[in-house]
């Protein structure tokens, strides 16, 4: 107990939003000294802030675990409730929010400050009218004093997250589901602010700003602002009633309801609370209600104590001292923390008890098992930290090695990450931090905790950037904004090169008819996004529709399958009933236009295909006409498909008898259109041309396209086939025409049954090799001739390249001379 036990205590309880805080700050300032326990670092920075604008920054204190600015003349002190230094003395003290003496976590720690912490000249404990019977049993001589709420409050029943009013803060109980609703409210509304226990001041501070200056109407925390955090809220809602407190997922108490509930409304305004669901187990229910309107929570029946001053004489001592029972009825003994279940755990390492043999040490050894868990690792993580860590702390001078610490902050000197990264990275800024400000850490510790702070803001910066990014969209909430009159009323413009904003916010790029949403536009806003625009595009789409049923040649083209306007794709070629008539559908795009300049579009992009095919391919478009001419005859127009089917080249035999049955008009006209009857193959050389052939190949959507202007190729290379006109022969394949060229030829140069020599000059001039030229022959019907010994024709030597000539007459049956012994 403090030697200042016998100073004036005086007890203001009552609920939210009766300015307990203020009327202790007041109180404080009139003090020469004073100092007040807060249940957040973020509360008593808040609080700090506000004594320094009053007292000056040389006179205040900040002390939490991990920031302590303490200017050597600061007489006023602002704490979270573990770090208040109670060995000062100053002239008044006081505790906020008391009543977390009954949290299982934290609760021993405000239930020590409760009973030991005192004032020289005047005591105060704040907290909700819950405790008053604690009060009567553990500090007797306390005055209590009730404050009532300046502004009512009263249910506003269940409403969903697109019917919050502005000015709501959603109250949720995990980061996962706090991120959640906001990514639902960026969506909704145009974004949310975001507070957490586990932000740094800066952040926090930077998300509250944004809330409070208007630039988002909504505010998503967990139950940290049920602790004194001061907005301007009008409405609470509840995401969930349920949270996990470290042991098990329970329902909040009605105590801890009417804790958040009563943060809305300020001053003698007015604020309403409700949730989001309207049944199930995240509904209020009647008497909830009742108790959270007329500020009547249960009184608490206990609080949690473990030993403030434990018993540094051996490790051992110091347990059974923090193990010790509680005498007084209504204290319970507080749930094994994890400070004491990291001591325990060292406890057992052999090394720890050969080290820890003084007071001293002891009390060393407990400072470093004190080290908060901020990153929430879990006992055994955070026991192997920490033994670590005492491991420096016990050895040598006693300091946490320069290099290792330096490289543990450098480390997390990396402002690249997403939200959960950032917050990761503060997290285990924060540990650094805590050992940067122990005094007796670190060689330098005044460097380090420079260097700890400078990283945390810049990751502070940063979280707020990516929060910021991550969930509010001031484009959706100029959207959003705006839309009360309906779409139609969006000032939307349109740039030179397509690009669609209201308000000079970029909402995307109008390409052709296609609407594309911003690529920063997040999925879930895109079809807000595409309705805002596309309701002030119809004016745009319609003079782009009659522009292009206008559109001159020169403006459209083909590429694949695709047709453009000016390089924009407005169509797509599709099969049809032949490669002489594909069909020629809309691209979805212009579904935006109405049906009269859709049939009009349509119309015109159908005629200027039919135009480029009869410019490029006029061949397959005569032989369409022959097969719907009754006229022709059957077999003409049998050919004719078949030969359309083919793109206009088709091997003999697989026609054999539709040529056959062909008469002299037929051949004649078939000739006219276009196609050659050849001895192998039937085709329209018009279709082998460079133009020609690229057409074709985009028709049949053919690949491996040979090399343009080539008539003689590899058999291994692109486009050696009959489909793309060569045909394979051996190691090389002859484009179809040049074959004809060649057994016409051969025909001709043949004297009957004789065997004869045909010139090879043309088949040289074309690259054909003597077996290429073998085999074709072969093809064509004729076959090899036996000569006798040393009477071998002129033209075989002549066919031969000169480095391949033999030095002596051939033997017997090596050359051939060609018969003309034709088959049928």
């Known amino acids: 107990m403090s030697q200042f036990a016998r100073s004036p205590v005086t007890a203001v309880l009552g609920p939210t939003n009766t300015g307990k805080t203020h009327l202790a700050v007041e109180r404080m300032c009139g003090h020469a000294s004073g100092m007040i326990g807060f249940p957040l670092r973020l509360l008593a920075r808040e609080v700090y802030d506000r004594v320094v604008a009053i007292k000056g920054v040389e006179q205040v204190g900040l002390v939490t675990g991990e920031e302590k600015i303490l200017p050597p003349k600061a007489r006023w002190f602002l704490c979270t409730a573990e770090s208040m230094p109670l060995e000062r003395d100053v002239a008044f003290v006081a505790l906020d929010e008391a009543q977390l003496g009954a949290d299982p976590e934290r609760g021993h720690v405000f239930t020590d400050r409760l009973l030991r912490a005192r004032g020289r000249e005047e005591t105060m404990i704040l907290g909700a009218d819950s405790l008053r019977p604690m009060l009567k049993a553990l500090v007797p001589e306390a005055e209590v004093i009730g404050r009532p709420r300046f502004s009512t409050l009263s249910y506003a029943g269940a409403k969903k997250l697109s019917r919050l009013p502005r000015r709501s803060a959603i109250v949720a109980f995990s980061a996962e589901e706090v991120y959640a609703v906001a990514e639902a409210l960026r969506r909704l509304r145009g974004g949310a602010a975001v507070v957490m226990g586990a932000l740094s001041p800066r952040t926090r501070n930077a998300q509250v700003a944004m809330f409070q200056a208007g630039e988002v109407d909504y505010l998503v925390a967990t139950d940290a602002i049920g602790m004194g955090l001061n907005m301007d809220v009008a409405h609470v809602a509840f995401a969930s009633l349920h949270k996990f407190d470290g042991r098990r997922q329970r329902r909040l108490t009605i105590a801890e309801m009417a804790q958040i509930a009563g943060r809305a409304g300020r001053h003698q305004r007015d604020g309403t609370f409700g949730a989001l669901h309207e049944d199930g187990p995240s509904a209020f ?60 755990r060292l406890a057992e390492e052999g090394w720890v008890r050969a080290r820890v043999r003084s007071p001293a040490m002891v009390a060393r050894f407990w400072a470093a098992c004190g080290l908060p868990d901020f990153r929430k690792l879990g006992v055994d993580p955070h026991a192997r930290f920490v033994g670590r860590l005492f491991g420096h702390l016990s050895e040598g001078n006693g300091h946490v090695p320069h290099q290792w610490f330096a490289d543990e902050i450098q480390r997390l000197d990396n402002m690249g990450g997403d939200v959960e990264t950032l917050a990761g990275r503060i997290a285990a800024a924060r540990s650094w931090a805590y050992i940067a400000h122990r005094a007796d850490w670190l060689q330098d510790p005044v460097h380090w905790a420079g260097r700890t702070r400078a990283i945390e803001e810049k990751l502070s910066d940063a979280l707020h950037a990516s929060l910021t990014q991550r969930f509010v969209d001031k484009r959706t909430t100029v959207l959003l904004r705006q839309i009360g009159a309906g779409a139609g009323e969006l000032p939307v413009t349109i740039g030179p090169e397509g690009e669609v904003s209201v308000e000079d916010h970029p909402l995307g790029t109008l390409e052709g008819f296609r609407f594309t949403v911003a690529p920063d536009a997040r ?11 596309e309701k002030r595009l119809a004016g745009e789409y319609r003079k782009r529709g009659a522009a292009l049923a206008a559109a001159e040649d020169d403006r459209l083209a083909l590429a694949g399958t695709q047709l453009t306007w000016q390089g924009v794709a407005v169509a797509e070629r599709k099969p049809g009933p032949n490669l002489a008539r594909p069909r020629i559908v809309l691209d979805r795009a212009l579904d935006v236009l ?12 159908d005629a200027w295909f039919a135009a480029r095919l009869a410019q490029h391919l006029p061949v397959l478009a005569r032989l369409d006409a022959t097969t719907r001419d009754p006229a022709a005859g059957a077999p003409l127009r049998a050919i004719a498909n078949a030969l359309l089917e083919a793109g206009g080249l088709l091997p003999r035999r697989a026609a054999g008898a539709l040529v056959d049955a062909l008469d002299a008009d037929a051949r004649h006209r078939l000739r006219k259109i276009g196609v050659t009857i050849g001895t192998l193959d039937l085709f329209a050389a018009a279709v082998l041309k460079p133009g020609a052939a690229r057409w074709r190949r985009d028709l049949m959507g053919l690949a491996d396209a040979p090399r343009e202007g080539a008539t003689v190729l590899p058999r291994s290379a692109p486009g050696a086939d009959l489909v793309h006109g060569f045909r394979p022969l051996g190691a090389q394949a002859v484009r179809v025409d040049l074959v004809e060229r060649i057994a016409r030829a051969a025909h001709e140069a043949r004297q009957g049954r004789k065997p004869f020599a045909p010139d090879p000059a043309l088949a040289t001039s074309m690259g054909l090799t003597p077996e290429t030229l073998a085999r074709l022959m072969a093809q064509l019907g004729f076959r090899t001739a036996r000569v006798p010994e040393g009477t071998a024709p002129r033209w075989i030597w002549q066919g031969l390249t000169p480095a391949a000539k033999p030095k002596a007459p051939p033997s017997d049956n090596v050359f051939a001379v060609l018969a003309a012994l034709r088959h049928g």
Not at 320 to 341: F, G, I, K, N, Y
Request: cysteine-free; aromatic content about 4%.
């Open 285 to 344: 229910a009647p008497e909830e209600v009742l108790a959270i309107e007329a500020h009547q929570v249960p009184r608490l029946e206990h609080l949690y104590w473990r030993e403030g001053e434990p018993d540094f004489a051996s490790i051992d001592a110091l347990i059974e001292s923090l193990e010790t029972r509680p005498h007084s009825p209504v204290l319970r003994a507080a749930p094994e923390a994890v400070d004491l279940a990291v001591l325990k």
């Open 594 to 605: 109405d049906a009269a300049t859709r049939k009009a579009v349509q119309a015109r992009l």
């Open 523 to 533: 999925a879930a806003d895109k079809r807000m996004l595409l309705a805002a625009a």
